[in-house]
Nanobody
Framework: QVQLVESGGGLVQAGGSLRLSCAASGRTFSTDVVAWFRQSPGKERDFVAGIKWGSGSTLYADSVKGRFTISRDNAKTTVYLQMNSLKPEDTAVYYC????????????????WGQGTQVTVSE
């Protein structure tokens, strides 16, 4: 099993920044990819960004390109999501997820999930 714990959410004004962390533990060698998803009330959970542990290859949703940066610290088995120029529409619960092998966008393809952290961006 792999355990994922998110932290770093909170309330920020539009234009501000936050950094989310996802700490992985357990059988982390069984995963190759970590991704961030987000879900707003009444909406589906959407892919935000993903990264491969080994190569560091990344993928971003169009809505966050140029504003968000995903990175990893292999030694700490932690993945970060730096969020800049935040907008009210970024308000959501942000989830960390992990899977084996390929970096994909579909949430159903991810086997391991964290509990989520709330991000609220005010006007």
């Amino acid at each position: 099993q792999v355990q994922l714990v998110e932290s770093g959410g909170g309330l920020v004004q539009a234009g501000g920044s936050l950094r989310l962390s996802c700490a992985a533990s357990g059988r982390t060698f069984s995963t190759d990819v970590v991704a961030w998803f987000r879900q707003s009330p009444g909406k589906e959970r959407d892919f935000v960004a993903g990264i491969k542990w080994g190569s560091g290859s990344t993928l971003y949703a169009d809505s966050v390109k140029g504003r968000f940066t995903i990175s990893r610290d292999n030694a700490k088995t932690t993945v970060y999501l730096q969020m800049n120029s935040l907008k009210p529409e970024d308000t959501a619960v942000y989830y960390c997820a992990a899977r084996y092998q390929f970096l994909v966008l579909r949430e159903s393809e991810y086997q391991y999930w964290g509990q989520g952290t709330q991000v609220t961006v005010s006007e």
